[in-house]
């Protein structure tokens, strides 16, 4: 099973920018579409980000579309979130997910992926 972590959180003021990074071990994510979500207190996992497996399809949540880009380098085995003009309602933990099966398009249920990270915290200051 794929173990992703996470890394690059912290804490940043409004209009500022962090680069989350998924670094991936005990197997490969080139087969993989990928997805970013989050989760701030109180409120369910929702869909930030997603990359197919060639890069070549990216889709986002509404909320952070001309902020938030997706990438991936899968000769790194890694998954990057570059986060651009971040706001107070951005914060949340990320986690960074694996899907195994074949998409045209990343989707956006949290159920559909197959394996998680541990997630990492970004807080976002007014």
């Known amino acids: 099973q794929v173990q992703l972590e996470e890394s690059g959180g912290g804490l940043v003021q409004a209009g500022g920018s962090l680069r989350l990074s998924c670094a991936a071990s005990?197997?490969?994510?080139?087969?993989?579409?990928m997805g970013w979500f989050r989760q701030a207190p109180g409120k369910e996992r929702e869909f930030v980000a997603g990359i197919n497996w060639n890069g070549g399809t990216t889709r986002y949540a509404d909320s952070v579309k001309g902020r938030l880009t997706i990438s991936r380098d899968n000769a790194e085995n890694t998954v990057a979130l570059q986060m651009n003009s971040l706001k107070p309602e951005d914060t949340a933990v990320y986690y960074c997910?694996?899907?195994?099966?074949?998409?045209?398009?990343?989707?956006?249920?949290?159920?559909?992926?197959?394996?998680w990270g541990q997630g990492t915290q970004v807080t976002v200051s007014s």
């Open positions: 005990k197997g490969t994510i080139t087969s993989s579409t």
């Open positions: 997910a694996g899907d195994v099966g074949w998409r045209m398009v990343p989707r956006t249920t949290p159920g559909v992926y197959d394996y």
